[in-house]
């Protein structure tokens, strides 16, 4: 019935989604949309997010015989950091290309190469809920995301057993004791894959994301203010944990996701209880089995998540996560059919679609019960009950600021810097902004 | 090190063409001068041009983009017609924090110190090479410098780091030296252990863990450049010597290893500039290192200008490296390579 009222509606600033508002627009003359993202083939030569985006392609061309969609897959950091920049620098983006939200995307929108989706994909933007935030600026939304996970412990809940450990720590005095509890028993209680700097980042925006209020946090984003004292007592709290010797030997020189010695690599072979991650890991994790179905259900049995655990003390909410996601953004030039296809991707279907081929954790409400995985479904349910929500810390604040903060942090499990260190290189590079 | 010898190549065919534009006597035209002249011009552009429209568009174009760029505060995203000129702050801020007194402070920390690291690494280099690399090429070499069964072979082996590829060598020494991997088993075997702080991130060693891989890599280069040199060296002469008594050592000392001389120069200002530009392997390794245990000027122009998104100082570090190549490049051949180049004949 809807259907039929939006088509036989003579008013074009009717109800009706945009979706159909953009495809009456350019009629049916030959469009060609290009679409950059990072679902590229792993070690295993298996690629389930970029076989998805072939589908998803496929089918809405059928649908839209005068849409011609070309996808070039590219590696995650390769294309963050040099083809996308480059991309929009010479004027010629792609039409549609992975956004990750934060500040970078607030600097490209100041650029301008980011089409404004407010007006056109306004239904879509509403039915999808708060996890849009972190890609819109100022309220006007430059992208819109198909993910978005809080981050949490992955553990091995055999090597709990074997420590002595009944229950999943809830906060970081229970952490701690089994921390001791699994040394007591020589296994190593936490992998961290400091090597590549951001896993260990992690764990200081953990600290951060207790330590400061919400609203310290998400001005920071923008002013690049850090003389609030939250700041400094992130780090103090680092020092303090890493001062229990909680993670494996030589942490940094270990890689998080290459490698039987990687720190996915311990957790996924036994060699350490637990380690802090995002959902991805999830699949990292089976990558280190065989492949079989046997053994990646033998994984499963012996895997398990639990949420960061509360910090006492501090100004934010202790049910707050971490999180972040994946989305994408149509370039400023680009045809409206672009924001047409972005809105058929994050569309009901197409995320429940994503949820089972991928496994991935969609953002659409609706997609939810498509997601059967215990594990995931933990995963999601901690993401929607949280108090609320911070984007990534390095995202939020932008590759300069980000970068520097990461690297300070890196400093102190190095033993090179300490906690006034991060705030000093925020300050740093915040002013050279 | 590509631009170097990009500029090298074509500018010699240049500045010769000009010289002996220049040098032409002037005779009265006639018309048979006037044809060969413009014969001799067409040929000229004919041979030089495609090499001088690459090296304009792939060398010439870049270094003064960066230079531009250097005098901007730009973080590679927003417009450049809308990046902020600030002169010469980013070199400043690279060289001692920058002139504002309110964040030279800070800047000396976060921007200063890592700089000068990085270079300190890359004059480390320079020297360790001539003070390591050269003896133990210089050894093999002289030790290789005969005919025994198996010497095609062993040329090869020694050869071979250079052959393969950075990222497939990094990659290899990042399982050999990892903290479980087999060099730390066998340290332990003999009752050792690991750097502290693991082979690469440890703050002391890591940067001599991957100066050994460097010479690793590079010597074998040396070896068979010294090789060639002395497969150069006529056998009458060493043999002449042999027979009024010299010592195998002496015939080195004073026949082998005077008459490879240019071949050692030569190795030395590649091994130079090459210090210079150090950047796959530290790149592959880890980025230069977590806290820059190993970062060479180009890491860290690659990290800061990329990965930071601060692209105006990156492209200020990328001219430094580049003024310091070419500087150290023009002085080289000014003094050293001279005798070299001067009369060829005599100095072979």
Known sequence: MALLAACSSSDPEGPGT????????????????????????GDTGENSLGDYWDKVAADYTAEHPNVTIEIEQIQNEDLQRTRIPTALQSGDAPDLFQQWG???????????????????????IERLGGGVAPWQVDGTTYGLPFQFAVEGIWYRPSLFEEAGITAEPTTMAELADAVQKLKDADIVPIAVGASDGWPAAHWWYNFALRSCSQDVVANAGTSLDFTDPCWLDAGTQLEDFIGTEPFQPQFTSTVAQT??????????????????????????????????????AALHEDLDWFPMPATEGGSGDPSAAMGGGDGFSCYVDAPVECADFLAYIVSDDVQRGYAEAVGGLPVAPAAADAITDPVLQKIAQTTS????VQLWMDTLLGPNVGGAMNDGIVNIFNGTGDAQGVVDAMIAAAATA | MTALEASGRSASPAVDSSSAAGSRPVTPASEHTRRATVRKWAEIALFVGPAMVLFLTFVVYPVVSAARFSLYKWNGVSQFSDAEF?????????????????????????????????????????FLSMAVQLPIALIVALTLNRRFRGRAFTRVVIF????????IAGTMWLI???????????????????????????QTWGFWTVFFIITWKYVGLAIILFLAGLSGVSEDLQEAAAIDGASWWQIQWRINIPLIGPTIRIWAFLSIIGSIQLFDMVWVLNRGGT???????????????????????????????????????????ATILRRDNAHPRKAR
């Open chain 1, 102 to 124: 934060g500040g970078e995307m607030a600097a490209q929108a100041e650029a301008g190469y980011l089409m404004d989706l407010s007006e056109t994909l306004s239904a879509d």
């Open chain 1, 18 to 41: 945009s979706a159909d508002a953009t495809s009456g627009g350019s009629g049916d003359a030959p469009v060609t949309l290009t679409w950059w993202h990072n679902g590229v083939a």
């Open chain 2, 86 to 126: 600030i002169g010469l702050e980013n070199y400043a801020r690279a060289l001692f924090g920058g002139t504002d007194p309110v964040t030279q402070q800070a800047f000396t920390t976060a921007y200063s110190q890592p700089f000068w690291e990085a270079l300190s690494h890359n004059v480390a280099i320079i």
């Open chain 2, 291 to 333: 806290a820059g245990q190993y970062s060479t000027i180009a890491s860290y122009m690659m990290e800061i200008g990329f990965f930071r998104a601060d692209w105006g100082y990156g492209s200020a570090i990328a001219v430094i490296m580049f003024f310091l190549s070419f500087v150290i490049a023009l002085a080289y051949m």
């Open chain 1, 385 to 388: 009950s949280a108090a609320y």
């Open chain 2, 160 to 167: 071979a780091p250079y052959v393969l590829s950075e990222v």
């Open chain 1, 259 to 296: 490698g039987a010695t990687s720190s996915a690599g311990m957790v996924a072979n036994g060699k350490a209880a637990m380690e802090l991650m995002g959902q991805w890991n999830y699949f990292v994790y089976e990558g280190f089995t065989d492949g079989s179905e046997e053994a990646i």
């Open chain 2, 176 to 202: 050999i030296f990892d903290p479980n991997g087999i060099a730390t088993e066998l340290m332990r075997s003999v009752g050792l252990d690991m750097p502290a702080g693991g082979w690469f991130e440890d």
